[in-house]
């Protein structure tokens, strides 16, 4: 930890010593006003929930973050760069660095994409990249890259928004970021490659886990939120039906719902949440979508393994930041070295997501490693093995005291003319102590994060 | 003004208008005949209900109130609320942040005391209708004027006049009523047009607001 934090650290702690506690439950019971929510579905019931979250920010002094923007800035360049080449000459499939099996067999891989540039070339619009702050190195670590429909932004939005109001002490005492740039970063992203028309957010309803989110995110960047059903597509262009009976033409859309879902004439036939023929109006040029369709084999976990192989192969630059240490049974040394260790490593199911599919070898009983090597040799592809990042824990306000919590950190890029990592991001924390799910799918909560400035 | 808005956003707000009228309206009517039940008539409760086509029974003043809010009936004033809840969480985008606030802690102060044990009391109604004022107030306090905010006056418009003439048969209020709703249909609807009330009876003064909110909302 770099000096100059543990400075801002322990002026936040001064700040924090000094207040009354009964301010941090109307802080709270303020917060509920507002239903910042991320639902849930348990046992085939939808549940309303609060997102939990803590009082404590997680604070990065600015000059560590200013590393952190210059390494996901490649990152995404060499991703964008990677899916562009992928649809359109295949180079690094046809040189070797990425076995073709590995692609074609990726879920997220679209081959009816073949062929196509989106708007500008633009298809990593919008993007959230999890990290970790290892504690061996004292570095930030790449766990994920989330390139389809990243949520969390509207979390610390809104949770800034009240504690500046609440807290006005801490922005004036220090030299904290201002955030809401993200909604400007949005609507430039929608409007780079808008082909004509009004920006959209496209959401899959009110009973979305997600719905808060879209209706906030929305709402801050000044374009409608519809359904699927409140647009139409007429001769390829697509349109927004307003209430009055008139159809306005839309240029970008911003989706929050997954390929498999997005147009049911195209992919998902049952899928009642998609817009019928808006693939035929995307493929036209008429619309833009973010992110664009097919994006999900490049944050497939198989295809993480080589993205710091991407970044010298498009970018002909060393990787600014570094992956979790990963290996990929496909590979027989990894398989080997896999077999090996498995009691130490982490393994994730390249299919799952939200914490899902996560297993923790030192945790299994030696009949389930056994299991676990059996299931990955007769499906290598579908594996991933990583060591096991020892990360901070961030100190959290629960139940009337401090207490620590591993936490993980989601930065958000936004690619439209050039690329901008927002200066804020989601901190998530487990919900139980030692517990290294921090999802909010697993019941972790969040803080906000602050980049603070000497 | 903000002119686009999807139908069922519009249609959301509308509803959102009517039913925070008609919690608002009917905390009022509860307060007033709780006050009669008290020690004038114990069947005022009966008789506002009737004329709300719902019939209840309770034993005295106190049980009163509880059966009137929170009873099994059509009028409970707890699904009335979460009702409105529903249409503001849908057509949150198009409402101030403060305002969609006050609306969440209106529902979950009605919420909270429906699971509490103890019967509610006067205190419970002052503090509802506060709330309400406090939502109404926090509607009204956008500077520019957006489409929005017209649906959500014209369903509390028509639901005052629904209101008023289950409650009172009080034509002329409802003819004064029914002028602004006239003004606002011409606003998101030019093309519709109004018709002279004065001789038009209660039923058709509801049909024919039905009519044009159905001729606006596609």
Redo the contacts between chains.
């Keep these: 930890m770099l000096k100059s934090e543990n400075a801002i650290k322990e002026e936040f702690w001064k700040i924090f010593s000094s207040q009354d506690r009964q301010k941090i439950k109307d802080f709270r019971k303020h917060m509920?006003?507002?239903?910042v929510n991320f639902n849930l579905y348990k046992d085939g019931n939808f549940i309303e929930r609060s997102l939990p979250f803590d009082v404590i920010p997680r604070i990065i002094e600015k000059q560590e973050f200013q590393k952190i923007q210059q390494g996901l800035e490649q990152r995404i360049l060499a991703l964008n760069a990677f899916l562009q080449d992928l649809y359109t000459d295949e180079k690094i499939v046809k040189q070797g660095l990425i076995p073709r099996e590995f692609i074609l067999q990726a879920k997220g891989y679209v081959k009816e994409m073949r062929g196509f540039t989106p708007p500008k070339k633009v298809r990593t619009h919008i993007n959230g990249i999890d990290l970790v702050k290892d504690t061996k190195n004292d570095e930030w670590v790449i766990l994920e890259d989330n390139l389809r429909v990243p949520s969390g932004a509207s979390y610390p939005l809104s949770i800034r928004?009240k504690y500046r109001k609440v807290y006005p002490e801490y922005f004036s005492k220090l030299k904290i970021n201002p955030i809401k740039q993200y909604s400007s970063y949005l609507k430039n992203a929608l409007d780079y490659v808008n082909c004509g028309g009004?920006n959209v957010v496209l959401t899959p309803g009110?009973f979305n886990s997600a719905?808060y989110e879209h209706?906030?995110l929305?709402?801050i960047m000044g374009a409608?939120?519809?359904?699927a059903?409140?647009l139409v597509v007429i001769d390829k262009k697509v349109y927004?039906?307003?209430?009055?009976?008139q159809k306005?033409l839309v240029g970008s859309i911003y989706r929050r719902l997954d390929d498999d879902f997005l147009d049911p004439k195209f992919f998902e036939p049952e899928s009642l949440i998609g817009v019928p023929y808006l693939v035929e109006a995307y493929l036209a040029g008429n619309v833009a979508i973010l992110n664009s369709i097919g994006n999900g084999v490049a944050d497939d976990k198989g295809i993480y393994y080589f993205v710091p192989q991407m970044i010298e192969y498009y970018l002909g630059e060393k990787p600014l930041m570094r992956n979790a240490p990963t290996y990929l049974p496909y590979f027989e040394k990894d398989m080997r070295y896999i077999e090996e260790h498995i009691d130490k490593l982490v393994i994730k199911d390249v299919a799952e997501a939200g914490g899902y599919g996560v297993l923790f070898g030192h945790t299994m009983s030696s009949i389930q490693l056994e299991d676990l090597k059996t299931l990955i040799k007769v499906n290598p592809r579908r594996f991933i093995a990583q060591e096991l990042i020892e990360f901070y824990d961030e100190e959290c306000y629960i139940n009337d005291e401090l207490t620590p919590r591993k936490a993980d950190f989601r930065a958000y890029v936004v690619m439209a003319e050039d690329v901008k990592v927002w200066e804020c991001g989601l901190t998530r924390y487990a919900i139980d102590a030692g517990n290294y799910l921090v999802n909010s799918s697993q019941g972790g909560g969040f803080k906000d994060t602050w980049v603070v400035e000497l | 003004m903000q002119d686009l808005l999807t139908g069922n956003v519009a249609s959301c707000l509308y509803w959102m208008g009517r039913y925070l009228e008609r919690c608002e309206a009917s905390l009022i009517e509860v307060s007033r005949a709780f006050d009669i039940i008290i020690d004038v008539n114990v069947n005022e409760g009966v008789i506002l209900y009737e004329k709300l086509d719902e019939h209840i029974t309770y034993n005295g003043a106190s049980d009163f109130l509880d059966v009137a809010i929170f009873g099994d009936h059509g009028g409970n004033l707890l699904k009335v609320i979460m009702a409105a809840r529903e249409n503001a969480i849908i057509s949150r985008t198009q409402l101030e942040t403060e305002a969609f606030g006050s609306i969440i802690k209106l529902a979950r102060f009605m919420q909270d005391t429906s699971k509490n044990q103890t019967k509610i009391d006067c205190t419970f109604i002052n503090e509802a209708l506060s709330l309400t004022s406090e939502t109404w107030g926090k509607l009204d306090q956008r500077q520019n004027r957006h489409r929005a905010d017209y649906f959500i006056r014209l369903g509390r418009l028509v639901e005052k006049v629904d209101f008023k003439l289950r409650l009172e048969d009080d034509k002329n209020f409802a003819l004064i009523v029914m002028d602004e709703i006239d003004t606002i249909v011409q606003i998101l609807a030019p093309h519709v047009t109004s018709k002279d009330h004065t001789n038009s009876s209660k039923a058709e003064l509801i049909v024919s607001i039905n009519n044009k909110i159905d001729k606006i909302i596609n």
């Design positions: 509920d006003n507002f239903a928004d009004i009110r719905y209706s906030y929305a709402r409608q939120l519809v359904r059903d409140e927004f039906k307003n209430y009055d009976g306005i």
